[in-house]
């Protein structure tokens, strides 16, 4: 069984991709399920195999620990470590070939406190690969690519996984997707974009950051899809597919 999670900010379109990536795993005729371990997930495009909302109730949480939406999902987000065994349990027994990994939407409780990265190392897979996604419409100034680039880069740390970024909604940026594209296969491309922002401070703090997650190896091109139109899909499923099939030696 190989593990696919999907990180990324909130309302970046880990969701419905995760929902995509089943149907594409199924039209393979490969056996896939999800994966919900987002609490706080109230509609999802999708019918999760397995659910941590099973484990942990937020309106019990709420209620027991006189907590404000915030305070529970702080509180949810720790507690999705302790239910690891049973989760895995519930998993193993479906004996899926993937496991597509869908985590909250607020990717700080899950990469930045202890519980996501606990979970990560410690639910057991053949292989596993984090995708983190830039959300398309964010990354269309060269100012808010390098900041997501940098998040990328610590989500990275964090996780401690092969990681594949990811742009999606490719189908509402169009024209722009072509800079963003240049941008992140050219860090000259990029400094050169940075240096006609008006800004001067950001432009010349961007090129600094930029430089020091290229220098220790950060930098990598994202792959562009669409979860509406499935433009880019093929590539994403390809990229997956090199990384799970290398194993072992991509984990860390
Ligand atoms: N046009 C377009 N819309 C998308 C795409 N991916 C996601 N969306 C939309 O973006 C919104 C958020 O998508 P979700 O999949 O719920 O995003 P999420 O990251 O799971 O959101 P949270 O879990 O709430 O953080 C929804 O309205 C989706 O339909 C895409 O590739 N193209
Ligand atoms: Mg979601």
Known sequence: MDAVYITGTAGSGKSLLASRLLQWYKDTKSFPIILNLDPGAVNLPYKPDVDVRDYIDMQTLMERYDLGPNGSLVMASDLIATRLDEIQNEVDSLNPDYVIV????????????ASGPYFISNFHSDNRVTLFIFDGVLVSSPLNYVSM?????????????????????????????KYILRWSTSNVALESALSDE???ESSLL????LRAISKGGFIQSPVAISSVTMNG?????ATLSRILNLGEETKD
């Open 102 to 113: 869908d985590t909250p939407g607020q990717i700080e409780l899950f990469a930045f406190r």
């Open 149 to 177: 680039s940098l998040l990328a880069s610590s989500i990275k740390l964090r996780l401690k996984s092969s990681q594949v970024n990811v742009i999606t909604k490719s189908d509402l940026i169009n024209e722009k997707l």
């Open 198 to 200: 008006k800004d001067a």
């Open 206 to 209: 961007s090129k600094d950051l």
């Open 233 to 237: 899909m093929v590539n994403l499923v």
